[in-house]
């Protein structure tokens, strides 16, 4: 839930006038550096580990070659 000088922008609630149905969305769109849908895709890695490492193995080794 973002917050703006106080306002909540995010997620935006309305109420259809005739059923009472609450609806909720995003006024949020945010991409992946490749143009997809973060929210459907999921971020892109920045760095991939290989099959035969673990994450933190392939992450200790790139702060140590920093």
């Known amino acids: ?3 703006i000088d106080g ?5 935006v609630l ?3 006038p005739n059923s009472k149905m ?4 995003s006024l949020d ?3 992946n550096p490749d143009g997809t849908c973060n929210a459907e895709i999921g971020t892109i890695l920045d760095i991939k ?3 035969r490492e673990t994450p933190l193995e ?3 080794k790139v702060i140590k070659n920093l």
């Open 1 to 3: 839930m973002a917050l």
């Open 7 to 11: 306002c909540i922008l995010n997620p």
């Open 14 to 16: 309305i109420m259809l």
């Open 22 to 25: 609450i609806l909720r969305y």
């Open 29 to 31: 769109y945010s991409i």
């Open 49 to 51: 580990s290989s099959n």
């Open 58 to 60: 392939t992450c200790l």
